[in-house]
């Protein structure tokens, strides 16, 4: 699930070199293909491209950029970086206007306050669904529905979309507009039932911090007979719920979501007790393994706004307190300090920063 | 709170149904008795202990004044110092009247604990204390510990990152003391928490009952649902609103005060005074907390930062 850029790229590539007339001779599709594969490996910018799909590759590539590479660089580097990226941004803009990640990630690059970017995204919206859709109406025309092209196409067509719709979602939960958030996240499972956005983790954190209990089990009922394989129990979820379970003092129901994630996610502990924040990445969220320790860093990362409200000196709130504070945390987090012996250490450290 | 009047109508009461005592006049007589001598008429342990929190406070109240003339470190040594005095004087309340629960209450403030863990260990008091009794009214000196306590209970669950709790209790109190229009100002975290939760019927029935330009946590808290709820021509006419009615208010937003945790009672204040501004910003801090960019988009919107410079000159802070 989620949004890969580079598998992006490579997905509209292929599809621009699939050529429907081989479809009777499967060994020589096969060949093909594989020699697309090489050819997209070792030399991909060489591929003649249409300009939209050249002005994604740029997106992607400045993409890769800003979530990837940005947040480990010292910031002498970084500012290079950003720069290369922001060029890489214009230049996919000059090709394509209608580059709608391109024009996401430079608008966000270029407007250090939230609001303006939020109001951005906002008054844009309308438009980049019309022309989204009118492109993958276009290049779907004569394609049937049962053809594999149709589905491929369509998604990709309508994922920048999808990435505009629950960019805006994401940053309305950061700038505590949660009923817009929520709103928005919805929008964008409207469009897409299997929610490749996973736009349901912001809508649930977004009920929690509306406090709505009625409202999270019934949204929980409505997406997931909807999302097919990427049905399943997850972090977002438990920590929505684990929160609510919070405010209404039903803390023994609160544990047992906590003893649930650090049942399923390895070294959990020390995600939940670091409750790191991570920089909101801008091209989407960042494609994670499920019940990977990785996913459960993001879903911690992305629930900040729950464990953090009202946060005291020590940067948590009472909620990041008492998650901390569970005494299964507490215990796993020993453990899993000991486990690592002389890295353990510096697992201290950073939380010393932290606090 | 005034704990020493409190303690003064508690013991008239007790005297005057021990001595018989009916008319008016004969009342009158006890109650001056009492006044100017409490300490001898304090013969029931609630009322001694009720006397002693209000010495504490009182000495409290006037050691504050000093406050001005302290930097930092010892400002924090003299504040830990007064909220060690509180919880002594509180313990050795409790010895006396073991069940006060302004006493309890007191206790719990001057504890260096999380908030949450105080809401918690409150309203088990606070149930404990109400299992004998039945409908509570602010003009019974009874009664109002506990409507104190559901007072501080709606506050602190809005600090305690609870505001569904906020609602609940702020909700109960309001309707135990609405017919004495609400004099522990319910309504006031009650307006917070729906902002907070982006609930609009709930603050427009608010505002419907006590109306529009009823205080300044009703214009900050539909300030902040109106930015909250992204409808934005809205939110800058109440915050144009807000301003043109507290003379203060763009400076008291701008420049947030230190402001103690209240003892336990929000102090009272003049209408559309600073005080009143300080107390409702203080309230609402932690919903401007979180809603990072509200303060920007105040700062930016035309007027707001020449109102809260012009009451500035005009009290003679520094810029």
């Known amino acids: ?355 | 709170m005034d704990a020493r009047e409190e303690a003064i109508q508690r013991t008239v009461q007790r005297k005057a149904r021990e001595l018989g005592i009916s008319s008016d006049a004969a009342r009158r007589e006890l109650e001056l008795s009492v006044r100017a001598h409490p300490d001898d008429y304090a013969s029931d342990p609630s009322e001694q202990a009720l006397m002693l929190l209000a010495k504490v406070l009182e000495s409290i109240e006037e050691n504050r004044d000093r406050d001005d003339y302290l930097d930092d470190d010892q400002y924090r040594l003299a504040f830990m110092g007064r909220m060690g005095v509180l919880a002594a004087t509180s313990e050795k309340a409790l010895e006396i009247d073991p069940q006060s629960l302004d006493a309890k209450l007191l206790l719990e403030i001057a504890t260096p604990q999380p908030v949450d863990r105080r809401v918690r260990s409150m309203e088990k008091a606070l149930a404990e204390a109400e299992a004998s009794d039945a409908t509570l009214s602010y003009a019974d000196p009874f009664s109002r510990p506990k409507l104190r306590v559901l007072a501080a209970l709606a506050r602190w669950s809005l600090i305690a990152a609870q505001p569904r709790r906020a609602v609940r209790t702020a909700m109960r109190l309001l309707d135990e003391t609405r017919r004495d229009r609400d004099p522990l100002g319910a309504r006031y975290t009650l307006a917070l928490a729906y902002a907070r939760l982006e609930d609009e019927p709930g603050f427009q029935e608010l505002d419907r009952a006590w109306g529009h330009r009823d205080s300044a946590w009703s214009a900050l808290a539909r300030t902040l649902l109106l930015f909250k709820l992204d409808r934005m021509p809205a939110a800058r006419r109440a915050l144009t609103g807000y301003v043109s009615v507290y003379e203060s208010g763009a400076f008291g937003l701008a420049s947030p005060t230190l402001v103690e945790p209240y003892l336990p009672d929000r102090p009272s204040f003049e209408p559309g005074s600073l005080d009143e501004v300080v107390f409702a910003v203080h309230e609402a801090e932690p919903i401007i907390v979180d809603t990072p960019d509200f303060m920007n988009w105040c700062n930016s919107q035309p007027g707001f930062r020449e109102s809260a410079e012009a009451f500035a000159r005009r009290m003679g802070y520094d810029g």
Request: charged residues 30%; aromatic residues 10%; negative net charge.
């Open chain 1, 1 to 355: 699930m989620a949004f890969d850029p580079a598998y992006e790229d490579f997905r509209r590539l292929a599809i621009a070199y699939h050529d429907p007339t081989m479809d009777s001779d499967p060994y020589e599709q096969t060949r093909k293909a594989m020699a697309f594969s090489q050819q997209f490996s070792w030399g991909n910018d060489a591929l003649a491209r249409s300009d939209t799909d050249r002005a994604f590759h740029l997106a992607c590539e400045a993409a890769m950029i800003i979530d990837e590479e940005l947040p480990f660089l010292p910031e002498s580097e970084g500012a290079l970086a950003a720069a290369d990226a922001q060029r890489l941004l214009e230049e996919a803009l000059s090709l394509d206007e209608y580059c709608f990640d391109a024009r996401r990630m430079l608008h966000a690059q270029t407007s250090p306050i939230m609001d303006d970017h939020i109001h951005y995204l906002m008054e844009r919206m309308d438009e980049v669904e019309r022309v989204c859709w009118e492109r993958a109406d276009r290049l779907t025309r004569n394609v049937s529905a049962k053809d594999p092209v149709f589905f491929e196409r369509m998604s990709l067509e309508l994922a920048p979309y999808l990435r505009w719709v629950q960019g805006a979602a994401e940053l309305n939960l950061l700038g505590g507009r949660y009923r817009k958030a929520y709103d928005l996240a919805r929008r964008a499972i409207e469009i897409d039932r299997e929610d490749l956005a996973d736009s349901r983790f912001t809508a649930v954190l977004a009920l929690a911090k509306l406090g709505d209990e009625d409202e999270l089990e019934a949204f929980v009922q409505w997406v997931v007979p909807e999302l097919g394989e990427a049905a399943r129990d997850d972090a977002w979820i438990r920590l929505a719920r684990m929160a609510l379970a919070w405010q209404n003092d039903r803390l023994e129901e609160a544990s047992a979501h906590i003893d649930w994630i650090l049942a399923t996610y390895p070294h959990a502990a020390s995600a939940l007790t670091l409750q790191s924040e991570l920089p909101e990445p801008m091209f989407a969220r960042l494609d994670c393994d499920p019940y990977s320790n990785d996913e459960l860093v993001l879903a911690v990362s992305e629930a900040t706004v729950l464990l953090q409200e009202c946060a005291d000196e020590s940067g948590r709130g009472p909620l990041g307190t008492f998650v901390a504070e569970h005494p299964g945390v507490r215990a796993a987090y020993h453990r899993e300090l000991e486990f690592y012996g002389e890295s353990g250490e510096e697992i201290g450290d950073e939380e010393g920063e932290e606090a």
